[in-house]
């Protein structure tokens, strides 16, 4: 079974709601209510929104995400739901080089390691994860730059790749974590594991939306994001 790609992005701007579809650099755009490939209640494939055509899937039942159609957590909207061992792979290779902005409507679930939301499993790794108490983490090709806040439960999570400036939001416009996680890009992404299918979010890590844009987002351009993924899910992000 599959769902569409959304269809109000070529709707007129006066009464249409507001999607990712419509930022200027958009690189890659998921929505767990769209593009969804059923495998009995897993998911075996993803599609990309962005008409870019970056699709992940994931050939192995074991490791394919389950899909719950209405989240309570998130205000009844569909998520991607991982049980610690379930990743989704890019079906074909893609690269980003910094400036890069990931933002990550989901959790982490709870486990005593990192836990990933994206990585790369081939070439350069960017990666968005949390450290073993849950709390955002950003790495880059030098080192990690964390603490930042709690991705646990529901959380809108932003992350600036752009060298000695890159910084990362958690259901929060300006409050961040800043440094320098290195310079290197994004190849060949993974969903929901780390490049060797380690890390992976831990059992009750979710997955709701994932956005990448190929531009560091200024506070002007999180506040319209974290606005959109504010109403739609019903998580409330301070600074808006």
């Known amino acids: 079974m599959s769902r569409g790609r ?8 006066g009464g249409a709601a507001w999607t990712p ?6 690189a890659a755009w998921y929505r767990a209510d769209l593009g969804v490939t059923l495998n009995g209640s897993n998911v075996s494939a993803w599609a990309d929104q962005s008409g ?3 699709h992940s ?3 192995t039942a074991a490791n394919q995400p389950t899909l719950v159609t209405s989240d309570a957590a998130y205000n009844n909207r569909s998520t991607l739901s991982f049980d610690g061992g379930d990743w989704l792979d890019a079906l074909a290779a893609w690269t980003l080089t910094q400036p890069v902005t990931i933002y990550v409507v989901g959790q982490t679930g709870l486990s005593a390691d990192y836990k990933t939301f994206v990585d790369a499993y081939a070439g350069a790794r960017m990666i968005v994860r949390a450290d073993a108490s849950e709390l955002l983490s950003m790495f880059s090709g030098t080192g990690n730059i964390e603490p930042g806040a709690s991705v646990a439960s529901a959380s809108i999570v932003c992350s600036v790749f752009n060298g000695a400036s890159s910084a990362g939001y958690v259901s929060n416009v300006s409050s961040s974590i800043t440094g320098n996680p290195g310079s290197g890009g994004l190849g060949t992404p993974r969903i929901g594991a780390a490049s060797t299918g380690i890390y992976p979010l831990a059992s009750g890590g979710k997955i709701a939306e994932l ?3 190929s531009a560091a987002h200024d506070a002007t351009q999180r506040a319209q994001l974290f606005r959109y993924f504010s109403r739609r899910y019903a998580i409330t992000v301070t600074g808006l």
């Open 6 to 13: 959304a269809r109000d992005r070529s709707r007129p701007s």
């Open 57 to 59: 899937a994931q050939g």
């Open 211 to 213: 956005v990448f844009v």
């Open 21 to 26: 579809a419509r930022l200027s650099s958009l």
């Open 52 to 54: 870019n055509g970056r």
